[in-house]
Each structure stands twice: as C-alpha cells, then as structure tokens.
C-alpha cells in the first residue's frame, strides 16, 4: 500500500520569504506524484504533477517540486510567497496506471505581511 | 480545464434524516468518480469509487447502507448519507478523471458540507 507523510501541519513565513512543504511517499511500485491546493471552503485544485521524465516540474503560478527517488520525496518550494498563497496544501500519490490518490495531512501554509 | 460540480455547497439537517449530495461533470463524461470525506483541519479520505452502471467499490470500514452511491450516468454520481448523525457532520468532495494519454487527471468538486444537529 501506499503512504504520504507531509512533515510540517503548519508553516508560517512572511510575504516574500521562500518557502519549503515537504512531503515523503512510500511505495513499493512506481507512482506518480501530485501537489494540490485547497482555498478555504473550496474543493482541491492540482496544482503541479510528476508522471516521468525531469524530476523538476513547475506551476504556473511560481511553485516547483524536485522528484527525489532516493529519498522518497518530493517536496514543494517557491522562491517568494504571497499573501494569495495561504491554502492548505496536500501531497498525494497515485500507483501508475490506476486513479485512486492517496492523500498526505495537509500542510496549512500562512503567509504573515 | 474541465469542471464537476456539487450540489447542494452546503446542508444542514436533523439527525436520523437522509442526506442526498450530487456530483456532476460538467463537461466531460466518467464512468468512475470518487467520494472523499474531509474532517475540519484534516486530509482527504477516499470512502468510495462510483461505477457508472455497476455497483460502488467502498474502501475500507466505509458502511455501504449508510453512504450509499449511485452512478446514474456518466455525468452524475449522488452519494446519499442515511440516517444521518452528528458524527456524519464532514465536508464531502468528489473528483472526476478526465480520460485521455496515460494519465487520467482528476478534477474536483468544489466540496458539500454537511452539518448534522
């Protein structure tokens, strides 16, 4: 089976500080691997995804998460947040050629002015 | 991209009363659609996969004769709480894939949060 650990619950930094939300998988097969986010009271909404190829892949919107197959992870960063990005952030895995998507906790990103 | 949408956003109802929540594709067909439950400050559980003319797959510990599932068409999945109780009280999320190439994207739906007295 499949697992996501998203390490921090919460992380806090100021407007324009970079940010890291780190997230570690499990899995004895290969996955593909998704970072989705989820406004408040609204439903999730992907926002980057590693399928093959280049283990960098980045958002329109300035976000970048690096595949690292060694250590099981594949964590987000953005150079500069914005007060725009506070969200709930969740790390998801998926087995290669089915649909099902196994969630992580959830990291609530807080964007202080 | 493409949109499914939820029905009723939100619902408030008397304990020991049936709950019926509606997910659609808006413009793409789905045989299959999932149904996720999502406690206040928590992740997303996956309760159950919705077969469009077969019965629902429920994962684990999920009561079928209380959440039960029902893919009328390819547009439309309804997840009905029965004999709702407060414990029920949750957000509920569903998510289409978008068939095409080898991965089938999901999109979500913006949520229904139900409110159990």
């Known amino acids: 089976a499949q697992s996501v650990t998203q390490l921090d619950s919460q992380v806090p930094v100021f407007e324009e500080a970079p940010v890291e939300l780190r997230c570690n998988y499990s899995?004895?097969?290969?996955?593909?691997l998704f970072w989705y986010v989820q406004y408040p009271n609204q439903g999730l909404q992907l926002l980057l995804k590693?399928?093959?190829?280049?283990?960098l892949v980045e958002s329109i919107n300035g976000f970048e998460a690096e595949f690292n197959k060694s250590q099981t992870s594949f964590h987000l960063r953005k150079p500069s947040v914005h007060i725009s990005d506070t969200a709930e952030y969740f790390c998801?895995?998926?087995?290669?050629?089915?649909?099902?998507?196994?969630f992580g906790q959830g990291t609530r990103l807080t964007i202080n002015p | 991209g493409a949109v499914v949408s939820q029905h009723p956003s939100w619902v408030i109802c008397k304990s020991g009363t049936s709950v019926k929540i509606e997910c659609r594709s808006l413009?793409?067909?789905?045989?299959?659609m999932f149904w996720y439950r999502q406690f206040p400050k928590q992740s997303l559980m996956l309760m159950a996969t919705s077969n469009e003319g077969s019965k629902a797959t429920y994962e684990q510990g999920v009561e079928k004769d209380k959440f039960l599932i029902n893919h009328a068409s390819l547009t439309l999945s309804t997840l009905t709480v029965t004999s709702a109780h407060p414990e029920d009280s949750s957000f509920y999320i569903c998510?289409?894939?978008?068939?095409?190439?080898?991965?089938?994207?999901?999109?979500f739906g913006p949520g229904t949060r139900l409110t159990v007295l």
């Open positions: 590693y399928l093959s190829g280049s283990t």
């Open positions: 998801a895995v998926s087995i290669q050629g089915a649909q099902k998507l196994v």
């Open positions: 998510s289409a894939p978008l068939a095409g190439g080898r991965y089938n994207e999901q999109f």
């Open positions: 413009d793409f067909q789905a045989t299959t």
């Open positions: 899995s004895s097969v290969s996955v593909y």
